[in-house]
Every structure is written in structure tokens, then in C-alpha cells.
């Protein structure tokens, strides 16, 4: 080890030398060979070093960390984003929102340095309630469920086919008399469209049949509509069975 | 319930105190010319410590780099078959003339080790231009992060761009994310990310209920999509660095399929608030200011911007009786029908460039494939056949890379390509998973 680190030091010497020499070299054109004279250059102001760390690095929201930084050769150091000018070495807690890297920057007579530490702050993903109304079973013998039936379509139609017609006069004699009943009518289609464009689809097939029940009579104050698309099938098989059972208006109530 | 967000580690990317002037010698490239790409050889980085995890850690960076960079474009890597032999950790373990022999005839090569301990992990990672005469060296970087898999794939994910931005011609995508949504509970749909290669996903939302058709905001910092949660569906917008909700006012109506005006100021949506069907809408982008854009019986949905110029948007019709893929002035002025040749024409995406759209086209009644419109020469171009129904097109920001989703597999997953179709990848696994938005390059 030693005769390494010796071995490193005359060959540190020797370059050294190597490089006078050259340097002489070049001055071969001078008249007189004047020794050269004992200059010791002004020492090059050491560069600065700066360490930053988070401890720890990973907080739940809400939680704190510590930053601690040291720095060398250094006459002010600044740490972003938040902290500014800071002293050369020393700490602080942190409690970021979010993920964040902190920057810290030493400046000296020697340059700048910088270093930097992130923070990596766990937040809950959004919402873990689902604020959607349960869906209301009706099981009463005489309710909406029983007595209003839904209505197909044929492939990515929203016209009323006129068996369909009928279906829906039944419904509306019902509805009138029920005329306390509000409900919903959710527009389905197939997954064989796009998805896009079957909302669109799902949304035309349920504003279809609203407006045939409000040209019957039922007050278009007691209807929602909504679009699942290809959304919440109510069969989930690829046949033609399946399919022509999904392509429908639902209704479903919510009093 | 929480989760792991994204990055987590440090990081600290230092220029090697050896490295070579900054700029290298020219170097130049054919793949702007649209010829083969640059040929760079990728031997396998070198354990420089003893610590017991280096080995699964380097066998995660070489993995992944090998990855980016086959899958960047623009590059050819050479295959580690036809390399010299030895180990090739640092400078002088490299002999150029072994590279460029006509065996391997590497133009580059990407080389260097790691060291992991005491939870940290250091890679020193090179790239030499072998056929340069002087100042060889392209890169040398030290990048530092903690011990952990994440760690190891985002130094990777780091380097593989910095050699991509510099020598294919193009950008890197490495760093970018894939919003989409993954029905893993049947009928149970939430809004998810992943890195671009389909790692790291993690859920946004838990809400039990169902979400569509997510789309980032061209700062990438927010995420607006369709949600249930509230019954009818309307829009909402989340934020991608801290979940926090952002409010869009609801129009009333089933609202549906936001799309971010170029400069993030706006969104263009489909709603029914009017009644009968869905016409495409433009608000601000807290939903405020709303002007109806589309006058038209029958269904308006899917908007999508010119995102070069903010003055053009793309969107589905059924106005002809089917649907299909119109543009309008922003404004809503001057509809004109964008593929005439019939079928069912959907997900119109278009190209960061402004000067192609992607799209959905069901030619006859069977199944969707990816198409590319070229809006100067009018040509379409096929990229998917005979695999499932590939839908949903996204444009990668680097503009050479499109994912989608395939139902290939028997469930619905999500796919990358290339642009000529090649080197198609399969991202997700679990579930269903489906309307994949790629991001744009984070700040």
C-alpha cells in the first residue's frame, strides 16, 4: 500500500517535472537562459462542496421531514424552494404538500455547488368513499321495477322500433298514475362500437324514450337521464343473445 | 389508503470530473434523413461494489436502458452476441478499434458500472462516439439515487434519454407517463398511471364506481376525465403530483370526454345538457364560460384539439347516419368530414406535429383497427391487422410512438408501437385496462 502511495508520489513528481521541462521547451527561442524565477502562484480558491439530505425521504402527507446540509469552502449557501439563504451547515424540519426536490447551492470565493434532495410525500389517492347513491332496490310488489319495462334497440340505432312502441304506452299509463315516481332512464349499449361513441349512443337511446314519454303526458320534471355507454352490462357474454339484451333504456327509480 | 408516489429516491446527476469537453465531435446521424438508425452498442453495465444488492439492482438498469433504447427509435442497438469479450465498465477497458471492426461496426457505445451501499446506489455512465478521432467522450455522468428498484430504472430511464435526445434525432420518451383506466373488480373502473414501458402503476382514484377517457393537461400536471361517482357523469380534474381535485363546473347533462385546448386554458367536452343528444362544448378549464360548439342532430362527441395550433378540433359524428371523424375551425365554423371511405371512423388523436391524426376505423362490421391519416397527402395508413380490436390511439410527445388498446389477448390491454407498426409491446396485465393518454414530456 505504502509503496503504491509512494509510487504515486513520484510519479505525481516526475510529471511535474515533465511539465516544467516542457514548459522550458517552449522558451528554447529565448537569447539568454535565464533561470526561472521562484513564482509561486497565488493558491486557486478551493472549490466549494455541499452535501443536502432529507431524512427521512418518504412522508405521509401532513408528516415532516429534516433536511440537513453541510457545507465547505463555502461563504452562504441557499436552499429552494422555501427555505433561501440558510447558514453554511445546519438543519431543518420540512413538511412539503407534495413531492418536492429541495436545491441547496454553496457559493464561495471558488465557484457554486449544489445539491439536491427529494422528498417523496405519500397522499391518499382521491376520495376513498364513493359518493354515488346506492342504487335503491325496489321490491315493493306494486313499484316501478314490476310495472315498467325496458326497451331495446337494434344495433347502433336509437330509433323506437314499433313493437318497442308499444312497450313504452304501457309504461307511460303507468307512470302517469304513479305520478309520484321519479326516476331515471339509463341508455346501454353493446361493447361492440367504440366506447366513446357508445356513451353518445347510450345518451340518445335514453333522451329518445324521455321524449316519448313526455309527449305522453309524464312531466319531464320527474325524469333524469344518464348514459352508461357499454358500461355495467347486463349480460357480459359475446353473443348476438347477449348483446341485444344490452342495447336497452332502463328505468330506475329514486324516491 | 395511500401509495407510493412516483420517484422514490434521491437523485443527484453529477458530470464526471474525467468527462471530455462538453461538446463532442459533430456528430450527425441519418435518421433525420429517415435511414437506418444509428448503430450503438450497450455492453452490460459492470458491478463495482460488493454490496449483495448491486447484482439485482444492475440487473434492473441493464434491463431497462437495453429497453429504452431499442424501443427509442432512431437506434439500432448491436447485438451483445457480436461484442468483443471481456468486461467493459470504465475507459480503459474500451478499445475503440474492437467496436468499429466490421464484425460489431458500432458507431457508439454505452458503457459504465454501478455501486451500491449504505441505501444509495451510483452509476457512472458513459457514451463514447467510437468513430471520433478526439473528445470521444459524448456523456459522463455520475447518477446517484437510493437502492431501490425504482431507483435503478429511473437512472436507466435517464440516461437512455440523454443518449436518445442526443444521437437518434428525436426526443426521449423514457421519462413520460400513460394515464389510462383499469377495471380490475368487474365493473369497477379507476384512473391509473404508469411509467411509458407499463411499470410503476399506481392508482388515482378509488372510488369505487366507474371513469372514462382520462386526458392530461399539457403541463402534464393534471389529469381531467369522465367519473360516475356523483351518478350522472361529469368531468373531473385531478391533480397528477398530489391527487388534489381540482372543481369543473357541471353542465348538467351526461358530460364526457374532456380534451385540453393546447395552452391549457380550456376544455372541449361532449355533453347533453340541451336535451335530446351530445354537442361538443368549450369552457374554461374550471367549466365556466361554456359555448356550445356543434349544432347537429344525432351524437357529437370525442373533441381533440390541434394541439400545434389550438385552432382546429377533431371529433366523432354520427350526423352521416354512422360514426365518423369530422374537423372543425375552433369556433365551431366549418365542419368538414375528415375519411370519406365509410365504416365506422372513431378516437381521432392527433400528432404533436399538427400534421397527422390517428385514428379508430372499423372498415367493415368487424373489428377496430389503428389507422394514420396524413392531413397534407390525404393517405391513410394501416398499423394494426388481424389481432383483436385496437382502439383508442394515443401519440406519444416524441411523435413517433402510439399506444392503444387491443383486445389481442381475450381481455383489453394496452399496447405500444412504433409508428411503422413495429416492435409492439404489450404495457398492462391485470384486469381489463383501457383508454390509454399518453403524456406530454414533464417539465
Given at each position: 500500500?505504502?509503496?503504491?502511495h509512494m509510487?504515486?508520489?513520484?510519479?505525481?513528481?516526475?510529471?511535474f517535472g515533465?511539465?516544467f521541462?516542457v514548459?522550458c521547451?517552449?522558451?528554447?527561442?529565448?537569447?539568454?537562459?535565464?533561470?526561472?524565477?521562484?513564482?509561486?502562484?497565488?493558491?486557486?480558491?478551493?472549490?466549494?462542496?455541499i452535501?443536502?439530505?432529507?431524512e427521512?425521504?418518504?412522508?405521509?402527507?401532513?408528516g415532516?421531514?429534516?433536511l440537513?446540509?453541510?457545507a465547505r469552502?463555502?461563504?452562504?449557501v441557499?436552499?429552494t424552494?422555501?427555505?433561501?439563504t440558510?447558514?453554511?451547515?445546519?438543519?431543518r424540519?420540512?413538511t412539503?404538500?407534495s413531492?418536492?426536490?429541495y436545491?441547496?447551492?454553496a457559493?464561495?470565493?471558488g465557484g457554486t455547488?449544489?445539491?439536491i434532495?427529494?422528498?417523496?410525500v405519500?397522499?391518499p389517492?382521491a376520495?376513498?368513499?364513493?359518493?354515488e347513491?346506492p342504487?335503491?332496490?325496489?321490491?315493493?310488489?306494486g313499484?316501478?321495477?314490476?310495472?315498467v319495462?325496458?326497451?331495446?334497440?337494434?344495433?347502433?340505432?336509437?330509433d323506437?322500433?314499433?313493437?318497442?312502441?308499444?312497450?313504452?304506452k304501457?309504461n307511460?299509463?303507468w307512470?302517469?298514475?304513479?305520478?309520484n315516481?321519479?326516476f331515471t332512464?339509463?341508455?346501454?349499449?353493446?361493447?361492440?362500437?367504440?366506447?366513446e361513441?357508445?356513451?353518445g349512443?347510450?345518451?340518445r337511446?335514453?333522451?329518445v324514450?324521455?321524449?316519448?314519454?313526455?309527449a305522453q303526458?309524464?312531466?319531464?320534471?320527474?325524469?333524469?337521464?344518464?348514459?352508461y355507454?357499454?358500461?355495467?352490462p347486463?349480460?357480459?357474454?359475446?353473443?348476438?343473445?347477449?348483446?341485444?339484451?344490452n342495447?336497452?333504456?332502463h328505468f330506475?327509480?329514486?324516491? | 389508503?395511500?401509495?407510493?408516489?412516483?420517484?422514490?429516491?434521491?437523485?443527484i446527476a453529477?458530470?464526471?470530473a474525467?468527462?471530455?469537453?462538453?461538446?463532442?465531435?459533430?456528430?450527425?446521424?441519418?435518421t433525420?434523413?429517415?435511414?437506418?438508425?444509428?448503430?450503438?452498442?450497450?455492453?452490460e453495465f459492470?458491478?463495482?461494489?460488493?454490496?449483495?444488492?448491486?447484482?439485482?439492482?444492475l440487473a434492473?438498469?441493464?434491463?431497462v436502458?437495453?429497453d429504452?433504447?431499442d424501443?427509442a427509435?432512431?437506434?439500432?442497438?448491436?447485438?451483445?452476441?457480436?461484442?468483443?469479450?471481456?468486461?467493459?465498465?470504465?475507459p480503459?477497458d474500451?478499445?475503440?478499434?474492437a467496436w468499429t471492426?466490421?464484425?460489431?461496426?458500432a458507431?457508439?457505445i454505452?458503457f459504465?458500472s454501478?455501486q451500491?451501499?449504505?441505501?444509495?446506489?451510483s452509476?457512472?455512465?458513459r457514451?463514447?462516439?467510437?468513430k471520433?478521432?478526439?473528445?470521444?467522450?459524448?456523456?459522463?455522468q455520475?447518477y446517484?439515487s437510493?437502492d431501490?428498484d425504482?431507483?435503478?430504472?429511473?437512472i436507466?430511464?435517464?440516461?437512455?434519454?440523454?443518449i436518445?435526445?442526443?444521437?437518434s434525432g428525436?426526443k426521449?420518451?423514457?421519462?413520460?407517463?400513460?394515464?389510462?383506466?383499469?377495471?380490475?373488480?368487474?365493473?369497477?373502473?379507476?384512473?391509473?398511471?404508469?411509467?411509458?414501458?407499463?411499470?410503476?402503476a399506481?392508482a388515482?382514484?378509488?372510488?369505487?364506481?366507474?371513469?372514462?377517457?382520462?386526458?392530461?393537461s399539457?403541463?402534464?400536471?393534471?389529469?381531467?376525465?369522465?367519473?360516475?361517482r356523483r351518478?350522472?357523469p361529469?368531468?373531473?380534474?385531478?391533480?397528477?403530483?398530489?391527487?388534489?381535485p381540482y372543481t369543473f363546473e357541471?353542465?348538467?347533462?351526461t358530460t364526457?370526454?374532456?380534451?385540453?385546448?393546447?395552452d391549457?386554458?380550456?376544455?372541449a367536452?361532449?355533453?347533453?345538457?340541451?336535451?335530446?343528444?351530445?354537442?361538443?362544448y368549450?369552457?374554461?378549464?374550471n367549466?365556466?364560460n361554456l359555448?356550445?360548439?356543434?349544432?347537429?342532430?344525432?351524437?357529437d362527441?370525442?373533441?381533440?384539439w390541434n394541439?400545434?395550433?389550438?385552432r382546429?378540433?377533431?371529433?366523432?359524428?354520427?350526423?352521416?347516419?354512422?360514426?365518423?371523424?369530422?374537423?372543425?375551425?375552433?369556433?365551431?365554423t366549418?365542419?368538414?368530414?375528415l375519411?370519406?371511405?365509410?365504416?365506422?371512423a372513431?378516437n381521432?388523436?392527433?400528432?404533436?406535429?399538427?400534421q397527422?391524426i390517428a385514428?379508430?376505423?372499423?372498415?367493415a362490421?368487424s373489428?377496430?383497427?389503428?389507422?394514420?391519416?396524413?392531413?397534407?397527402?390525404?393517405?391513410?395508413?394501416?398499423?394494426t391487422?388481424d389481432a383483436?380490436?385496437n382502439?383508442?390511439?394515443?401519440?406519444?410527445?416524441d411523435?413517433?410512438h402510439?399506444?392503444?388498446?387491443?383486445?389481442r389477448?381475450g381481455?383489453?390491454?394496452?399496447?405500444?408501437?412504433?409508428?411503422d407498426g413495429?416492435?409492439i409491446?404489450q404495457?398492462?396485465?391485470?384486469?381489463?385496462?383501457?383508454?390509454?393518454?399518453?403524456s406530454?414530456f414533464?417539465?
Amino acid at each position: 500500500m505504502r509503496l503504491t502511495h509512494m509510487k504515486s508520489v513520484l510519479l505525481a513528481l516526475f510529471l511535474f517535472g515533465m511539465l516544467f521541462l516542457v514548459g522550458c521547451g517552449g522558451k528554447k527561442t529565448a537569447a539568454a537562459p535565464t533561470p526561472p524565477p521562484p513564482v509561486t502562484p497565488p493558491p486557486a480558491a478551493p472549490a466549494p462542496a455541499i452535501t443536502l439530505r432529507a431524512e427521512p425521504a418518504t412522508i405521509e402527507r401532513g408528516g415532516s421531514t429534516t433536511l440537513t446540509w453541510e457545507a465547505r469552502n463555502a461563504g452562504s449557501v441557499t436552499i429552494t424552494p422555501e427555505l433561501g439563504t440558510v447558514s453554511v451547515t445546519g438543519n431543518r424540519a420540512v413538511t412539503p404538500g407534495s413531492s418536492v426536490t429541495y436545491t441547496a447551492t454553496a457559493t464561495g470565493p471558488g465557484g457554486t455547488a449544489s445539491d439536491i434532495a427529494r422528498v417523496t410525500v405519500n397522499v391518499p389517492a382521491a376520495s376513498t368513499t364513493p359518493v354515488e347513491p346506492p342504487r335503491r332496490p325496489d321490491v315493493s310488489s306494486g313499484g316501478l321495477a314490476q310495472n315498467v319495462s325496458d326497451v331495446l334497440f337494434d344495433y347502433d340505432k336509437a330509433d323506437l322500433r314499433p313493437e318497442m312502441v308499444d312497450v313504452l304506452k304501457k309504461n307511460a299509463s303507468w307512470l302517469k298514475t304513479n305520478a309520484n315516481v321519479r326516476f331515471t332512464i339509463e341508455g346501454y349499449c353493446d361493447d361492440r362500437g367504440s366506447e366513446e361513441y357508445n356513451l353518445g349512443l347510450g345518451d340518445r337511446r335514453a333522451n329518445v324514450v324521455k321524449e316519448f314519454l313526455v309527449a305522453q303526458g309524464v312531466a319531464a320534471n320527474r325524469i333524469n337521464t344518464v348514459s352508461y355507454g357499454e358500461e355495467r352490462p347486463l349480460c357480459r357474454e359475446e353473443t348476438e343473445e347477449c348483446f341485444a339484451k344490452n342495447r336497452r333504456a332502463h328505468f330506475a327509480q329514486m324516491n | 389508503m395511500t401509495r407510493k408516489f412516483t420517484l422514490l429516491f434521491l437523485l443527484i446527476a453529477v458530470a464526471l470530473a474525467v468527462a471530455a469537453p462538453k461538446r463532442a465531435a459533430q456528430i450527425r446521424t441519418g435518421t433525420n434523413q429517415g435511414v437506418i438508425g444509428v448503430k450503438i452498442a450497450v455492453p452490460e453495465f459492470q458491478s463495482a461494489s460488493s454490496d449483495p444488492k448491486t447484482a439485482a439492482l444492475l440487473a434492473i438498469f441493464n434491463k431497462v436502458l437495453w429497453d429504452d433504447l431499442d424501443y427509442a427509435g432512431g437506434l439500432t442497438l448491436v447485438s451483445r452476441s457480436l461484442y468483443p469479450l471481456g468486461k467493459f465498465a470504465g475507459p480503459g477497458d474500451i478499445k475503440p478499434e474492437a467496436w468499429t471492426a466490421p464484425a460489431v461496426d458500432a458507431q457508439f457505445i454505452a458503457f459504465g458500472s454501478i455501486q451500491a451501499g449504505n441505501g444509495s446506489m451510483s452509476v457512472e455512465a458513459r457514451l463514447w462516439d467510437l468513430k471520433a478521432t478526439q473528445n470521444r467522450e459524448a456523456i459522463g455522468q455520475r447518477y446517484k439515487s437510493d437502492d431501490t428498484d425504482e431507483g435503478a430504472r429511473f437512472i436507466a430511464h435517464k440516461f437512455a434519454d440523454a443518449i436518445v435526445d442526443l444521437i437518434s434525432g428525436g426526443k426521449g420518451i423514457a421519462q413520460t407517463s400513460i394515464a389510462y383506466i383499469s377495471e380490475r373488480t368487474p365493473g369497477v373502473k379507476e384512473l391509473y398511471t404508469m411509467d411509458y414501458d407499463g411499470s410503476s402503476a399506481h392508482a388515482l382514484t378509488a372510488y369505487k364506481s366507474t371513469v372514462l377517457t382520462p386526458a392530461w393537461s399539457p403541463d402534464g400536471e393534471k389529469i381531467a376525465f369522465t367519473s360516475y361517482r356523483r351518478g350522472i357523469p361529469d368531468i373531473e380534474i385531478l391533480s397528477r403530483s398530489d391527487n388534489r381535485p381540482y372543481t369543473f363546473e357541471r353542465p348538467g347533462g351526461t358530460t364526457t370526454t374532456p380534451a385540453w385546448s393546447p395552452d391549457g386554458s380550456k376544455i372541449a367536452f361532449a355533453t347533453s345538457r340541451d336535451g335530446s343528444d351530445m354537442e361538443i362544448y368549450v369552457a374554461d378549464w374550471n367549466g365556466k364560460n361554456l359555448r356550445r360548439l356543434t349544432v347537429s342532430k344525432g351524437v357529437d362527441i370525442s373533441p381533440v384539439w390541434n394541439p400545434r395550433t389550438g385552432r382546429e378540433i377533431a371529433f366523432t359524428s354520427d350526423r352521416s347516419g354512422s360514426p365518423q371523424i369530422y374537423i372543425m375551425d375552433a369556433e365551431g365554423t366549418n365542419v368538414r368530414r375528415l375519411i370519406e371511405e365509410g365504416g365506422h371512423a372513431v378516437n381521432a388523436a392527433w400528432s404533436p406535429d399538427g400534421q397527422r391524426i390517428a385514428f379508430a376505423w372499423q372498415k367493415a362490421r368487424s373489428n377496430f383497427d389503428i389507422y394514420i391519416h396524413d392531413l397534407t397527402t390525404g393517405q391513410n395508413t394501416q398499423l394494426t391487422s388481424d389481432a383483436g380490436s385496437n382502439e383508442k390511439p394515443t401519440w406519444a410527445p416524441d411523435g413517433r410512438h402510439i399506444a392503444f388498446e387491443s383486445s389481442r389477448t381475450g381481455t383489453k390491454q394496452i399496447f405500444s408501437m412504433i409508428l411503422d407498426g413495429t416492435k409492439i409491446r404489450q404495457l398492462t396485465n391485470a384486469g381489463n385496462n383501457t383508454g390509454p393518454a399518453w403524456s406530454g414530456f414533464f417539465k
